[in-house]
């Protein structure tokens, strides 16, 4: 590919930009996201060795900053570590979280929404037929195959499994399937907004993503454990620990943190740093929307499903290191000690672990050794065909580093994001990117798909269902709807439309 084909396509796009941030100001939603760099999700992911880099000092000065109370901490801390201890592996991800179509369409019962809050995890089985999605999964083989002349991208290279493939018109489809737009709609009103707050849990916005075709074998790029949206911005960004308040704040207060609070989360800021695969926007649910029959050992997602245990340990988890020594007091020389005795509070060094700016938040044995990752975190149960998961944000999770299988595990990424100012003004950079064929704005940047042949556009998208979601047709605003709501959608429809 020259560099005299992307000029044009570039030119168009600072003209765009330019445009849209005089529009932006004037309607306001925020201005244009600047592109990122080009490249594949492995950007997102570093191999941390033990000797992890350090951040620079003033994250020493942000630990004293947050901490008020150090004494109320330590209780926390002491706190977490004994429910850790406690955490069973009877791990009811099987009973928990397996709902059929049927189930979300009737409403779920306390008990399943109990469990799924708990785990923070989610299968809905029969919403999509197999047939769609297994139509959909050779439709994208053929768009790879008749594109690859122009280079289709996919990590890793020689036996890609991860492919950078936004715009195909099988992801259109399946993004746009009035079934997963009804199971999103339902998913986003399991959280909750106080009174009065500029978001509509029940409008779905459409936040495109990649998608995974990996045939069997082990892969040499794995996504260890992990969490989305963001590292040490967790803690860096005022607006984004304040969803964290409870936890931060010391005591026993960190068992009242409400994981499904959506109000302060509209003031986080998860992407600092600009970086590529960040997830910038509030995207309640990550999630994806299987292509084959995949069991547990054939490369499907494993999760640590005790979301507000884990969250509370990962929060905390900076402001205490090992004490001098206490290495010497574990039966084993390399085991880390778990006992609470052996560590101290650290308020002095700007250790972060597993948090690197522009990467995710990652999490391993030697950096989060009281997750114990290997019992506790554990794969989702089998999936088929069309079968729809959806993790929550915050929670921890990998995809198995093998594939034992005979087939392809493979998914298509569809998150549930609801609309909210900053959402909106994604999903009219998103749909300028679209309209183009570049990737989408979080995601690193380029040419992406502009030459292909067959992409997805917008002029083949006739529900009025699906155009509102892509943000091509104006939202409704629903009659029992509070101020705060009405208000977004009639300033969210006034900016686009
Ligand atoms: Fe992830």
Redesign the pocket.
């Known amino acids: 590919m020259s560099r005299p084909r992307l000029r044009p396509h570039m030119q168009s796009l600072i003209r765009c930009y330019a445009t849209a941030s005089a529009n932006a100001s004037a309607q306001g939603l925020r201005g244009p996201r600047r592109p990122k760099k080009e490249g594949t999700i492995a950007d997102v992911f570093t191999l941390l060795t033990s000797e992890e880099p350090l951040l620079p000092e003033r994250f020493a000065a942000l630990k004293k900053e947050i901490v008020t109370d150090p004494q109320a901490l330590v209780h926390s801390w002491h706190g977490v570590l004994k429910e850790l201890e406690n955490a069973e592996q009877e791990i009811q991800v099987e009973k928990s979280t397996n709902v059929s179509f049927a189930d979300i369409q009737n409403g779920l019962s306390e008990e399943q929404l109990k469990e799924i809050k708990r785990a923070g995890v989610i299968v809905v089985r029969g919403g999509v037929s197999a047939e769609e999605a297994l139509s959909w999964k050779q439709s994208i083989r053929e768009y790879i195959q008749v594109n690859s002349k122009h280079g289709v991208k996919g990590v890793p290279p020689d036996r890609p499994a991860f492919y950078e493939i936004y715009n195909s018109p099988a992801q259109i489809q399946a993004r746009t399937h009035p079934a997963v737009i009804e199971t999103q709609k339902y998913l986003l009103t399991l959280w909750k907004a106080s009174s009065g707050t500029p978001i509509s849990m029940r409008t779905p916005v459409s936040y495109f993503d990649r998608l995974r075709i990996r045939p069997p074998g082990p892969s040499v790029f794995t996504?260890g454990p992990?969490?989305?949206g963001g590292s040490v911005e967790r803690w860096e960004d005022p607006g984004f620990r304040k969803c964290f308040r409870k936890i931060l704040d010391g005591g026993d207060k960190w068992t009242e943190h409400d994981p499904f609070d959506a109000t302060p989360r509209l003031n986080a800021n998860r992407d600092l740093y600009n970086a590529p695969n960040q997830c910038s926007i509030f995207r309640p649910w990550?999630g994806w929307t299987s292509l084959s029959s995949t069991r547990a050992g054939e490369g499907t997602l494993r999760v640590l499903p005790f979301l507000n245990l884990s969250t509370a340990y990962v929060m905390l988890r900076p402001f205490f290191r090992l004490r001098d020594g206490a290495y010497g007091t574990s039966v084993s020389s390399t085991a880390v000690p778990l006992d609470a005795g052996a560590w101290e509070l650290d308020l002095d060094s700007p250790a972060f672990p597993g948090s690197l700016p522009r990467k995710?938040q990652q999490m391993r044995p030697e950096t989060h050794p009281h997750l114990r990752l290997d019992k506790l975190v554990v794969s989702i149960p089998n999936v088929e065909p069309g079968d729809q998961v959806y993790w929550h944000c915050d929670l921890i999770?990998?995809?198995e580093a093998e594939h034992n299988g005979a087939g392809d595990s493979s998914v298509l990424y569809i998150p549930a994001v609801p609309l909210t100012q900053d959402n909106a003004a994604y999903l009219r950079d998103q749909l300028q990117n679209f309209e183009a064929g570049i990737p989408p704005p979080d995601f690193p940047g380029g040419i992406g798909e502009a030459h292909f042949t067959h992409r997805g556009t917008s002029a083949s998208i006739n529900s009025v269902a699906a155009r509102r979601i892509l943000g091509l047709e104006p939202f409704d605003v629903p009659p029992d709807a509070d101020e705060g709501e009405k208000d977004l959608i009639q300033s969210v429809n006034a900016a686009l439309f």
């Open positions: 996504l992990h969490i989305d990550q995710a999770h990998a995809v």
